[in-house]
């Protein structure tokens, strides 16, 4: 492989690195309301509105739901959003 070759595959490899670890930084925080006759919320991190609904709803018990530690039948919404 040529010199030339090897310097062109190393800058494709750093631009798809760099676009990678971009994507994982623009995290941001979710508040989840959690609705059970009363509202309790939890701020879950994630990188879309969808994705932070689907862990609330998957991984309810990892998420420290304020006044609150009866866990069944729950419905879920979006409170606030807020960058890193």
Do not use: F, P
């Not at 310097?7 to 994507?23: H, P, T, V």
């Not at 994705?51 to 409170?79: S, V």
């Amino acid at each position: 492989m040529r010199y030339e070759q090897k310097a062109e595959l190393q800058d494709s490899n750093k631009a798809r690195m760099y676009e990678e670890k971009k994507k994982q930084d623009k995290l941001k925080t979710y508040t989840i309301y959690g609705i059970q006759g009363h509202n309790y919320k939890a701020e879950v991190k994630a990188s879309s509105e969808e994705q932070a609904m689907q862990l609330a709803k998957d991984k309810h018990e990892d998420y420290d739901w304020k006044n609150t530690d009866y866990i069944d039948d729950w419905n879920y919404e979006i409170g606030e959003v807020s960058d890193e």
